[in-house]
């Protein structure tokens, strides 16, 4: 559906990591050198913090702005599935700038394994951004909302299973109140549906949104993983690159998909029959796919920085949010349901953002009584 420096375990209780001092002479070793070589640890902590919030608001306002023109271009009259489908991955060129200023891995993966990991990720990537183009079809956008929220259940047992992650408290509050949150909207929204919407689409709509949820989460997981296991690596081009090949190949597969349905030749007539004619048309098309590189790019920033399920928590967080805009874009009804799904979203972030808190000052805690030790036996 990027990023610098690791300085947290990618579980659920993440804790912040303390960089590698460089390797010196033991002529040159001193303590006053070390100090120099490495950022003080409020440095490390701001810049963390930086960089989750950056990320962070990439993932919401891409994935906000995306899932508000996907509706507007079927609202429209638009009705290519796999163009929708190309829009979630077709504009990652765009990456290639950023790219050119950022300076290669010291230790690159291996070609060969890194090659493979790519090639998965991107095709399983094209399947459930079809799925997810079907269901944002057959589906109301608070409907679409709901079933999008079982992807954090979904995260949550994928990332015990592959990435080992553990849940406090705090934690499960956290992924039970974002779940509700979003689900009283789309229970709230079955009243609301189309008239002329069958039953036969809306189920259709529903198993393959969902199906597409637990894919999504599957992907998380793996892309952490990968992370951890191959790349070894949190960089800015570490991220870049995962991000750029991984997309380049589920572009691939989407426009053999466009191909090869057939779709291809209807898209002129698709482009004529816009209510908002043809600019607007090329235009939606063209930023929804910015609107998904942007989404793609704070995603896999999360995943590098904190964890799968904190990107997905996140991810979870911005879906109240995209009815607040349809009622501002659309002119659809704000009711009180909405506005209390919106709180509980709220409630649920900074549930599961306290524990990041929490375990941050416990590792700052025990740094320094571990540095204390140090000093002590120096002494």
Aim: proline share 4%; glycine share 6%; hydrophobic share 50%.
């Amino acid at each position: 559906m990027g990023n610098w420096k690791l300085f947290m375990k990618s579980n659920s209780n993440a804790k912040l990591k303390r960089p590698r001092k460089p390797q010196l002479d033991t002529d040159l070793q001193h303590p006053l050198i070390d100090d120099l070589l490495q950022p003080t640890p409020m440095q490390r902590n701001w810049t963390w913090w930086i960089l989750v919030a950056v990320n962070s608001f990439l993932l919401l306002a891409g994935q906000s702005a995306a899932t508000l023109l996907g509706r507007f271009y079927y609202d429209q009259g638009g009705g290519s599935k796999w163009l929708q489908t190309l829009t979630l991955s077709a504009a990652f060129p765009i990456l290639y700038l950023p790219l050119l200023f950022t300076p290669p891995m010291a230790q690159p993966p291996p070609v060969a394994k890194i090659s493979i990991i790519y090639i998965f990720l991107g095709l399983i990537t094209a399947v459930d951004s079809l799925m997810y183009s079907y269901g944002l079809l057959y589906l109301t956008v608070s409907t679409f909302s709901l079933v999008c929220a079982s992807q954090l259940g979904f995260n949550a047992v994928f990332s015990y299973f592959i990435n080992a992650d553990k849940f406090t408290v705090l934690t499960l509050n956290s992924v039970i109140v974002l779940t509700f949150s979003t689900a009283i909207i789309g229970v709230h929204s079955d009243s609301e549906s189309p008239a002329e919407e069958s039953r036969r689409s809306y189920v259709l709509g529903f198993i393959l949104t969902l199906g597409a949820s637990a894919l999504y989460s599957l992907i998380l997981s793996l892309m952490e993983l990968s992370f951890q296991k191959v790349v070894k690596s949190q960089s800015l081009r570490a991220v870049l690159d995962m991000q750029i090949y991984t997309a380049l190949v589920s572009t691939a597969a989407a426009a053999a998909g466009l191909f090869a349905s057939g779709e291809w030749k209807g898209l002129k007539e698709d482009m004529e029959g816009f209510k908002k004619g043809r600019v607007a048309y090329v235009m939606t098309v063209v930023w929804t796919a910015v609107a998904w590189q942007v989404t793609n790019v704070g995603l896999v920033g999360l995943i590098s920085e904190v964890s799968s399920l904190f990107s997905n928590v996140i991810s979870t967080l911005g879906i109240p949010i995209v009815p607040v805009f349809a009622v501002l874009l659309f002119s659809e009804k704000m009711d009180g349901i909405k506005v209390v799904s919106l709180f509980l979203a709220l409630w649920g972030f900074a549930s599961y953002f306290y524990q990041h808190y929490i375990d941050h000052k416990a590792e700052k805690r025990g740094r320094m009584e571990g540095d204390g030790c140090g000093d002590a036996s120096v002494q």
